[in-house]
């Protein structure tokens, strides 16, 4: 056993929690564990209780792994922590502290760990884009988002907002109305069967984003030989580039020597080159001050970053009453 002293990244999120540990010391750090089970929701929002509950034992495992020592801190990352985290803000400090010792708790959104993930504690903004799609931008003295309003009220551009338009040109195709495309309508009814009886599998459907979202890499592949797809992915791009530079700090807002920068996170970027390449022309010319840049990391990086930082008190990201708080025992 030795006397390490360790930080904690948790990742929670509509699969369960992912999370990863570092040693302070330098030295290996244990490969990151998760859960398979996605905490509840109830009428406080974020259910503690069962956070803990599955927090605790990957806790310990990956002590075990790590040969013993302490965890000093720890950093969660929770989708809907805005407006869900009232119960985890509530109880995590004591239970954390009574159930592992620990003395220093961040909470903070999940698109907070995405920014702290691909661009560390530099100003700028970062999209994450997945089945959703939001943008978090700062100048390390406020947080700014953008869009992140679900598959009805926003996350345009995203995996869900592209699926449904493909999907859409592929009914305008069986119509025979302008606007359509035959090459989605045929991908649409290979996945999915006879396409006019897509409505009644997609509206009874809980999961109607992921079911849509499905759909984006169709659309990609036909993108290079369709016009129609083609123009869908041109839209998203655009409205990706919209909430960059809705939430990116302008040069004159950052410190010296400092300069804006964005990055992309997300698996809707793995969609390759048929996105990658109009959403930086957009970019490119939405955004002429700042630099493009690989994300460094995914959120559970940046949890663990967060952690790490409040453990040495060196945190640079601006603390939020809903996006970022900080609580030491």
Do not use: N
């Not at 699969?15 to 929701?41: F, H, I, W, Y």
């Not at 969660?76 to 995590?92: E, K, N, P, S, V």
């Not at 396409?195 to 459907?205: A, C, D, K, T």
């Amino acid at each position: 056993m030795t006397d390490a002293v360790c930080v904690l990244g948790v990742d929670s999120g509509g699969s369960g929690l992912r999370v990863a540990m570092d040693r302070l010391d330098g030295l290996a750090r244990p490969a990151p564990v998760s859960s398979k089970e996605p905490v509840r929701t109830g009428a406080l929002g974020i259910d503690a209780e069962h956070f803990m509950e599955q927090l605790e034992p990957l806790a310990r495992e990956l002590l075990d792994q790590a040969g013993g020592g302490r965890i000093t801190a720890v950093a969660i990352g929770a989708a809907g922590m805005a407006t869900l985290g009232a119960d985890l803000r509530a109880q995590l400090p004591a239970a954390l502290r009574d159930a592992l010792g620990v003395r220093h708790l961040a909470l903070a959104a999940d698109a907070v760990t995405a920014y702290a993930g691909a661009l560390g504690d530099r100003p700028g903004a970062v999209v994450a884009a997945g089945t959703g799609m939001i943008a978090i931008g700062t100048d390390l003295t406020a947080w700014h988002r953008a869009d992140g309003w679900g598959h009805l009220l926003g996350d345009c551009g995203g995996g869900a907002w592209i699926g449904r338009a493909g999907l859409e040109a592929a009914m305008r195709a069986f119509d025979g109305r302008q606007g359509g495309s035959k090459a989605l309508l045929a991908r649409a009814e290979e996945l999915f069967g006879p396409v006019q009886q897509l409505p009644g599998q997609l509206y009874p459907r809980t999961d109607r984003p992921a079911m849509l979202a499905s759909f984006a890499p169709e659309v990609a592949r036909c993108a290079p030989d369709d016009p129609a797809a083609a123009a869908i992915l041109r839209e998203a791009a655009r409205h990706i580039a919209d909430a960059a530079a809705a939430v990116c700090p302008a040069p004159d807002r950052v410190g010296r020597g400092e300069h804006p920068e964005v990055a992309l996170t997300g698996g809707l970027f793995k969609m390759g080159d048929a996105l990658l390449r109009p959403v930086e022309a957009e970019l490119a010319d939405r955004l002429r001050h700042v630099r493009l840049v690989p994300a460094a990391g995914d959120p559970l990086d940046g949890a663990v970053r967060i952690a790490a930082d409040v453990a040495a008190d060196r945190l640079r990201l601006p603390l939020d009453p809903r996006m970022l708080t900080v609580h030491i025992q």
